[in-house]
T-cell receptor, first 114, second 107 residues
Framework: KAGVTQTPRYLIKTRGQQVTLSCSPI?????VSWYQQTPGQGLQFLFE???????NKGNFPGRFSGRQFSNSRSEMNVSTLELGDSALYLC?????????????FGPGTRLLVL | KNEVEQSPQNLTAQEGEFITINCSYS?????LHWLQQHPGGGIVSLFM???GKKKHGRLIATINIQEKHSSLHITASHPRDSAVYIC?????????FGAGTRLTVKP
């Protein structure tokens, strides 16, 4: 069974640009969660999707958005990039997204904003 | 005060030593997760706990719901255990993370 894939793995952008990151969950999994990891703030929850619906959202500004497609693949978008958006963005795949489920993490997308 | 506190922040051990990493939380939870992150960023989920104790190989995780505390133990530590260990608590709405414990096991 293929694992969680994230594309691209590395990305360099400049301030003001926008970026779209992609996450393909494990086949059969219907829930995807997104996280941001920075040296200063550590890991923080961005949002969670289940069956194309955003189920939960973390405390991030509206510049951060996401969506999930019918094949469970998910994208997150960050508009008007700021230097502080430089981070490792991780997605996790879950069967249905219940609190007691194991999360399977992707390798992450490392974003650098110049 | 952080809602999820881990201790210690850094830990250096000699190969073979018994290791304990602690996690205390102040919010209501549905489950607690222990994660392992190696250099390069990849995260692996080690345990999910809602009560009691779980064991997998040399790793043992316990949780005390009343005291809002969990511990991760590594028996007979090995250099390949060197990583950052992260405690995360899940409620119905989101997931909160500790700052992580950086473990270095020397041969």
């Amino acid at each position: 069974k293929a694992g969680v894939t994230q594309t691209p793995r590395y990305l360099i952008k400049t301030r003001g640009q926008q970026v779209t990151l992609s996450c393909s969950p494990i086949s059969g999994h219907r829930s995807v969660s997104w996280y941001q990891q920075t040296p200063g703030q550590g890991l923080q929850f961005l949002f969670e999707y289940f069956s194309e619906t955003q189920r939960n959202k973390g405390n991030f500004p509206g510049r951060f958005s996401g969506r999930q497609f019918s094949n469970s693949r998910s994208e997150m978008n960050v508009s008007t990039l700021e230097l502080g958006d430089s981070a490792l963005y991780l997605c996790a795949s879950l069967l249905a997204g219940g609190p007691g489920e194991t999360q399977y993490f992707g390798p992450g997308t490392r974003l650098l904003v110049l | 005060k952080n809602e999820v506190e881990q201790s210690p922040q850094n830990l250096t051990a000699q190969e073979g030593e018994f290791i304990t990493i602690n996690c205390s939380y102040s919010v209501g939870i549905s489950a607690l997760h222990w994660l392992q992150q190696h250099p390069g960023g990849g995260i692996v989920s080690l345990f999910m706990l809602s009560s009691g104790k779980k064991k997998h190989g040399r790793l043992i995780a316990t949780i005390n719901i009343q005291e809002k505390h969990s511990s991760l133990h590594i028996t007979a530590s090995h250099p390949r255990d060197s990583a950052v260990y992260i405690c995360a608590v899940r409620n119905n709405n989101d997931m909160r993370f500790g700052a992580g414990t950086r473990l270095t096991v020397k041969p």
